[in-house]
């Protein structure tokens, strides 16, 4: 089921493992191949793939200024990273807590997108466009 679900947060207090639930509204997509579902959510980032989860998926990779657009919160203008690519990415709910950690480690960005712009039926056309890319789709997987 496609659509804005909360993300998940979560924080280990005591030893015991608790989620939380945050305010931000993330666009997010199910997924479901065969028996196995999971849900993606997305974001904006300036991370190179290298840095990605094994499950992250891009969607879209385009010029800073374009693809910051699309962040549910506005991005103040740095002209350091004016002329940079940045990528709309899908990231696993259950590696979403590394992933984060992992752009962050390496000071990029990493942002919610906007539900309104990157509603589900654009999500579902890009994964749709990066399922039915070729491999050899360059600038998507070297992005």
Known sequence: MAGTHPSTATHDRFGKEKTMRTSRITPSIEVTIGRETRLYHAFITTAPARLDAPATVTLHTGPFSEVSA???????????????????????????????????????????????????????????????SPATDFELVNA
């Open 70 to 132: 699309m962040a549910a919160d506005p991005i103040a203008f740095d002209p350091a990273r004016a002329k940079s690519r940045a990528r709309l990415v899908l990231v696993d709910a259950i590696e979403l807590e590394w992933q984060r950690a992992r752009y962050r480690e390496g000071h990029h960005l990493f942002a919610s997108a906007d539900p309104v712009l990157v509603g589900t039926n654009a999500l579902q056309h890009w994964l749709w466009i990066r399922i039915g």
